[in-house]
């Protein structure tokens, strides 16, 4: 199929538009602070995870130059690997294209699950134990992603063109300048602010409409649809769309007449197809049980807990100490992201212990053992459509 001259495929590697892949944990090394991504870790560095029992490798080169790339399987579970990972590694592009190339070759032969951008453990021994705690977690994501790939999809203003469109149909800027007309006098700064206003209300609008048309030309061919920030202020259009893999040519083809019938106005880019990053990306770590009552305690709960308390006791202390509440307390925003934090890694606790609701759980060294897998779900902008 011809494609359109506006209408192009990315090619910068297809990193994700939203650098969204944030600089993951060491496995077996606690939660690590952004401040510390340079902490020494010795061993492996984890891409991702496939479903998989065999000794694979891929010849391609890993983030920070790995020569080699391949599988540390465990009881139907492959972890994605490179040797010589030396520090969490930043989120430069240059780590998010090594990162997601890797991923994308994969994915060629292979369902990847893909884990966090600077996911690290310090030995084979490590990967294989949490391949065995997060067995459950890491097959329901497989499951949710089976047969499916992901295609990014952006359109921008192209060039000045908006600007004509909106001189051509708002029928309020029309009336505007026909009174300035009028008046024979040229344009003072007021009137000039007053105009100003009126272009970017009118683009605004036009930006919804097309976007409005973006997504219903492609929500038949997918399954799923998540928003991605806007990466520049032309960005009209910016999301992820969950695609089975038997539509991709289907979904392509949307996009081209979009790109046809749009021409004039939008240029669209595209990246795809893609592992599933905007839908199930996860966040793997292994924390100790002081990690987690620590977090305990910043909630103010006892050594028995139960859901509802965790919940409760977030909500009232984050009323207290959110820094809108405390303009003047310049530790105020630090104490609100340590009690965010506590509050996640709790609820994550919770899941990881399958906890019953209505029941209470003890946060003990006998109930939580020496170490805890945490698996979570990144957080993702709003669906936009299903």
């Given at each position: 199929m011809m494609?359109?001259?506006?209408?192009?495929?990315?090619?910068?590697?297809?990193?994700?538009?939203?650098?969204?892949?944030?600089?993951?944990?060491?496995v077996g090394?606690?939660?690590?602070?952004a401040?510390?991504?340079?902490?020494?870790?010795?061993?492996?560095y984890?891409?991702?995870?496939?479903q998989?029992?065999g000794?694979?490798q891929?010849?391609?080169?890993?983030?920070?130059?790995?020569e080699?790339?391949?599988?540390?399987?465990?009881?139907?579970?492959?972890?994605?690997?490179?040797?010589?990972?030396?520090?969490?590694?930043?989120t430069?592009?240059?780590n998010l294209?090594?990162?997601?190339?890797?991923?994308?070759?994969?994915m060629?032969?292979?369902?990847?699950?893909?884990?966090?951008?600077?996911?690290?453990?310090?030995?084979?021994?490590?990967?294989?134990?949490?391949?065995?705690k997060?067995?459950?977690?890491?097959r329901?994501?497989?499951?949710?992603?089976?047969?499916?790939?992901?295609?990014?999809?952006e359109?921008?203003?192209?060039?000045?063109?908006?600007?004509?469109?909106?001189?051509e149909?708002?029928?309020?800027?029309?009336?505007?300048?026909?009174?300035?007309a009028?008046?024979?006098?040229?344009?003072?700064?007021?009137e000039?602010?007053?105009?100003g206003?009126?272009?970017?209300?009118?683009?605004?609008?036009?930006?919804?409409?097309?976007g409005?048309?973006?997504?219903?030309?492609?929500?038949?061919?997918?399954e799923?649809?998540?928003?991605?920030?806007?990466?520049?202020?032309?960005?009209?259009?910016?999301?992820?769309?969950?695609?089975?893999?038997?539509?991709?040519?289907?979904?392509?083809?949307?996009?081209?007449?979009l790109?046809?019938?749009?021409?004039r106005?939008?240029?669209f880019?595209?990246?795809?197809?893609l592992?599933?990053?905007s839908?199930?990306?996860?966040?793997?770590?292994?924390v100790?049980?002081?990690?987690?009552?620590?977090?305990?305690?910043?909630?103010?709960?006892?050594?028995?807990?139960?859901?509802?308390?965790?919940?409760?006791a977030?909500?009232?202390?984050?009323s207290?100490c959110?820094?809108?509440?405390n303009?003047?307390d310049?530790?105020a925003?630090?104490?609100?992201?340590k009690?965010?934090?506590?509050?996640q890694?709790?609820?994550?606790?919770?899941?990881?212990?399958?906890?019953?609701?209505?029941q209470?759980?003890?946060?003990?060294?006998e109930?939580?053992?020496?170490?805890?897998?945490v698996?979570?779900?990144?957080?993702?902008?709003?669906?936009?459509?299903?």
């Open positions: 494609r359109s001259p506006i209408m192009e495929e990315r090619t910068d590697g297809s990193a994700p538009k939203d650098c969204r892949q944030r600089t993951g944990n060491a090394h606690g939660e690590v602070d401040a510390e991504v340079n902490t020494h870790v010795d061993g492996l984890l891409y991702g995870i496939i998989d029992d000794e694979l891929w010849n391609l080169k890993g983030i920070g130059g790995a080699a790339i391949y599988t540390i399987p465990h009881d139907g579970l492959s972890a994605v690997v490179s040797k010589g990972a030396g520090k969490i590694y930043e430069t592009q240059e294209l090594a990162h997601n190339r890797v991923l994308e070759e994969v060629k032969t292979q369902q990847v699950l893909p884990l966090r951008l600077g996911t690290v453990a310090g030995s084979e021994a490590e990967v294989k134990a949490f391949l065995q997060a067995q459950r977690p890491l329901e994501a497989l499951r949710q992603i089976e047969g499916k790939i992901e295609f990014d999809v359109a921008e203003w192209n060039g000045g063109e908006i600007f004509r469109l909106v001189d149909q708002d029928e309020k800027i029309r009336k505007y300048k026909e009174q300035i009028a008046t024979g006098k040229r344009l003072g700064p007021e000039q602010l007053a105009a206003i009126m272009v970017a209300e009118a683009i605004a609008r036009q930006k919804a409409v097309f409005k048309a973006i997504e219903a030309e492609l929500k038949p061919y997918s799923l649809v998540r928003s991605l920030p806007d990466r520049a202020q032309q960005t009209v259009f910016n999301a992820a769309f969950l695609v089975q893999a038997e539509r991709k040519g289907s979904f392509e083809e949307a996009i081209y007449r790109g046809d019938r749009h021409r106005i939008l240029k880019r595209y990246a795809g197809p592992p599933c990053y839908f199930v990306n996860l966040h793997v770590m292994m100790e049980f002081q990690a987690v009552n620590e977090a305990r305690k910043t909630l103010g709960l006892g050594d028995q807990i139960t859901l509802p308390q965790i919940k409760q977030y909500r009232k202390l984050a207290q959110h820094p809108d509440a303009s003047t310049a530790q925003k630090e104490r609100f992201e009690l965010a934090a506590s509050y890694l709790l609820l994550d606790f919770w899941k990881a212990v399958d906890g019953d609701p209505s209470a759980i003890s946060v003990t060294q109930r939580v053992g020496k170490r805890l897998v698996v979570s779900k990144e957080r993702r902008p709003e669906v936009l459509a299903v």
